[in-house]
């Protein structure tokens, strides 16, 4: 089993539409979690960190559920620019990366 | 402040050749990390370090060596180059163990 597993998408929806995306991760010692955005061909950047009891940013909303070692985003009013890659990242004696969700908005 | 700079961009090598892949931070952080990005694969660890003189390995660290003898740099060596080493390689630093991680712009590596 992969330490940080992400659905690998692709999502392809239109502009205005609600995306989700989930990970699990296998380390329950974990201690931090994160969101990052990849656009192509560019480094990743932090989008969010997840705190345990859920936060908002804009129109995006991040959840961790630490039973079910299970970590959440939730885009809201999709718009064209949000068209990335976006990677579920867990840290436990380093950052583990998800492989990454691709998510295309189309007008 | 440049935040992680890498070097080079791009390279070529030959299957054999060694070379040195640079990495500079200028925000004084004491974590930095090395990460290769292959197709489908997400970003995996390949060395890390905790401060100056403090390496350790990550999951994939063969064929790869790394030392930290200054906060501010942290050069990934490549000791005999082989083509299953051909990805894009990332440099990041943080602050401290769950701070941002902030990533350099990629070293794109081809190995023939």
């Given at each position: 089993r992969k330490e940080v597993e992400q659905d690998p998408g692709p999502f392809n929806v239109p502009?205005?539409?609600?995306?989700?995306?989930?990970?699990?991760?296998?380390?329950?010692?974990?201690?931090?979690?994160?969101?990052?955005?990849?656009?192509?061909?560019?480094?990743?950047?932090?989008l969010m960190s997840v705190y345990s009891s859920g936060n908002e940013d804009g129109r995006f909303t991040a959840q961790l559920n630490r039973a079910s070692q299970y970590i959440s985003l939730l885009i809201r009013d999709s718009k064209l620019s949000d068209s990335a890659t976006y990677l579920c990242v867990v840290n436990w004696n380093d950052m583990r990366f998800g492989a990454g969700t691709r998510l295309t908005v189309k007008p | 402040n440049a935040g992680v700079t890498q070097t080079p961009k791009f390279q070529v090598l030959k299957t054999g050749q060694s070379m040195t892949l640079q990495c500079a931070q200028d925000m004084n952080h004491e974590y930095m990390s090395w990460y290769r990005q292959d197709p489908g694969m997400g970003l995996r660890l390949i060395h890390y370090s905790v401060g100056a003189g403090i390496t350790d390995q990550?999951?994939?660290?063969?064929?790869?060596?790394?030392?930290?003898?200054?906060?501010?740099?942290?050069?990934?060596?490549?000791?005999?180059?082989?083509?299953?080493?051909?990805?894009?390689?990332?440099?990041?630093?943080?602050?401290?163990?769950?701070?941002?991680?902030?990533?350099?712009?990629?070293?794109?590596?081809?190995?023939?």
């Open positions: 502009e205005g539409a609600t995306v989700a995306f989930n990970c699990t991760y296998s380390n329950s010692a974990s201690q931090s979690f994160f969101w990052y955005r990849q656009d192509c061909r560019k480094e990743p950047k932090l | 990550g999951e994939v660290p063969n064929g790869y060596n790394v030392s930290r003898s200054t906060t501010e740099d942290f050069p990934l060596r490549l000791l005999s180059a082989a083509p299953s080493q051909t990805s894009v390689y990332f440099c990041a630093s943080r602050l401290g163990d769950a701070n941002e991680q902030f990533f350099g712009p990629g070293t794109r590596l081809t190995v023939l």
